[in-house]
C-alpha cells in the first residue's frame, strides 16, 4: 500500500538555522501530498500542500516541492524561529478502492528551536 | 469559527467502562474521520465516514465502533476499553470529494487513559 517516510528526529536547531526534513513517498500513481504541523497541546494543521509534481507548497516561510522523479516532498525552512518548535507530519492523500480518500501520514519530526 | 470540536479533552478510565468520545464539525463536511497518534507510529485512522450512515473501517478499527446519523457528529466508541487503546485521539473533517483539494481540519484531540 501507499506509504510515507520522513526523517526520524527529534531535530534540534539554533534561532535562525536553516531547516530540512526529509520525506519520501511510495504510491501508485500521483497523491496529492501535504504538511502538516501540530504545535504542542494542539491538533493539527494544514501548513501546505501540493497536488501534482513539480508544484511548490510555501507558507510562513516553509517550502516544499513535489518531486516525482525522486517521490520526495522535502520540507524547508531558510531560517527558523523559536514559535516554529513543532512536530511536523508528512501525508499523502491516499484514494481507496471503493473510492474513498483518506490521509496516509508519516511519523512525525519533532523540532526545537532554541534561541 | 470554522471548527472541530472534540470532548472530552482527556479522560482516564478503566478497563471495560464504555466510553465515548464525540466530535462535531460547523462546515458541513461531508467526510469524517477518526485517528490515533501513538510515539514512533504517527496518526493512524481507525475509522472514516464519507457521509449520514456511511462507515468505513481504517487500518486499526479493531475494539472501536463509531456512527453516523447526522452529517455534523461523529462519536467514537470504545464498548470495551482496553490499556493498548490508551492514546491520543483526533477526529477530522473535510469535504467530498477530496480532489478537490480541501484539507482535512482536525481537531484539538481526546488524551484517553485506560488503567
Known amino acids: 500500500g501507499n506509504s510515507v517516510t520522513q526523517m526520524e528526529g527529534p531535530v534540534t536547531l539554533s534561532e535562525e538555522a536553516f531547516l530540512t526534513i526529509n520525506c519520501t513517498y511510495t504510491a501508485t500513481g500521483y497523491p496529492s501530498l501535504f504538511w502538516y504541523v501540530q504545535y504542542p497541546g494542539e491538533g493539527l494543521q494544514l501548513l501546505l500542500k501540493?497536488?501534482?509534481?513539480?508544484d511548490k507548497g510555501s507558507n510562513k516561510g516553509f517550502e516544499a516541492t513535489y518531486r516525482k522523479e525522486t517521490t520526495s516532498f522535502h520540507l524547508e525552512k531558510g531560517s527558523v524561529q523559536v514559535s516554529d518548535s513543532a512536530v511536523y507530519f508528512c501525508?499523502?492523500?491516499?484514494?481507496?478502492?471503493?473510492?474513498?480518500?483518506?490521509?496516509?501520514f508519516g511519523k512525525g519530526t519533532k523540532l526545537t528551536v532554541n534561541p | 469559527e470554522a471548527q472541530v470540536t472534540q470532548n472530552p479533552r482527556y479522560l482516564i478510565t478503566v478497563t471495560g467502562k464504555k466510553l465515548t468520545v464525540t466530535c462535531s464539525q460547523n462546515?458541513?463536511?461531508?467526510?469524517m474521520s477518526w485517528y490515533r497518534q501513538d510515539p514512533g507510529l504517527g496518526l493512524r485512522q481507525i475509522y472514516y465516514?464519507?457521509?449520514?450512515?456511511?462507515?468505513d473501517k481504517g487500518d486499526v478499527p479493531e475494539g472501536y465502533k463509531v456512527s453516523r446519523k447526522e452529517k455534523r457528529n461523529f462519536p467514537l466508541i470504545l464498548e470495551s476499553p482496553s490499556p493498548n487503546q490508551t492514546s491520543l485521539y483526533f477526529c477530522a473533517s473535510s469535504r467530498v470529494p477530496q480532489s478537490s483539494n480541501q484539507p482535512q481540519h482536525f481537531g484539538d484531540g481526546t488524551r484517553l487513559s485506560i488503567l
Open positions: 465516514s464519507m457521509n449520514v450512515e456511511v462507515t
Open positions: 462546515m458541513n463536511h461531508e467526510y
Open positions: 501540493a497536488t501534482k509534481a513539480d
Open positions: 501525508a499523502l492523500r491516499d484514494r481507496t478502492q471503493g473510492g474513498s480518500e483518506k490521509l496516509v
